[in-house]
């Protein structure tokens, strides 16, 4: 079994300025080497996509401007796992800190690992657009799981895998937007 709860809290300027024991097992079990450096770093060095960056300085903007918390779930997949989370996001009292504290709700392995998803896997010139979100794929305009995007895009049969951008779908955009 994987880490089942971590938390992490940044400053007024984003930076991360606390994480606890279960955002280091966390990383390490993703295979996140840097973790160890993260403190003092922007918490936007480590959102990948342009999208996502500007939704979700929307969404801290928002709990400490006017919401004070929210929950939400999300996807975090690793290569052999399909784990899917919620995280909370609360501010403090003047909005100068924001804690946030994920849990997994439901984790299964893999029958076969989705090298997809590994990020030391090479790629080619072709890009893939993700969800940053969910984690499914956007495929001839429809947005389907790792699996299924592999599936219709033949993705086994070739030398190289395309290269992931991060977006974001239109249901968890609308979500997002909504909390």
């Not at 300085?57 to 004070?68: H, I, T």
Request: proline content about 5%; aromatic content about 8%.
């Amino acid at each position: 079994m994987s880490t089942q709860t971590l938390s992490y809290a940044i400053d007024e300027h984003d930076h991360l300025i606390r994480v606890d024991e279960g955002y280091y097992r966390f990383a390490e079990e993703n295979g996140w080497e840097e973790a160890a450096t993260s403190l003092g770093r922007s918490l936007w060095d480590y959102v990948a996509g342009h999208e996502m960056v500007k939704l979700q300085r929307l969404l801290v903007r928002r709990v400490r401007n006017e919401l004070g918390d929210v929950e939400l779930p999300f996807r975090c997949d690793g290569p052999s796992v399909r784990r899917e989370m919620n995280i909370r996001i609360v501010a403090r009292p003047g909005g100068r800190v924001v804690l946030f504290s994920a849990r997994t709700r439901h984790e299964e392995p893999r029958d076969s690992p989705q090298w997809l998803l590994d990020p030391a896997t090479p790629r080619s010139d072709e890009v893939l657009e993700m969800c940053g979100w969910c984690d499914r794929f956007e495929v001839d305009g429809e947005w389907v799981e790792v699996e299924e995007a592999a599936r219709r895009l033949e993705l086994f049969n070739k030398a190289e895998l395309p290269a992931i951008s991060h977006g974001i779908c239109p249901d968890c955009n609308e979500m997002l937007l909504a909390a």
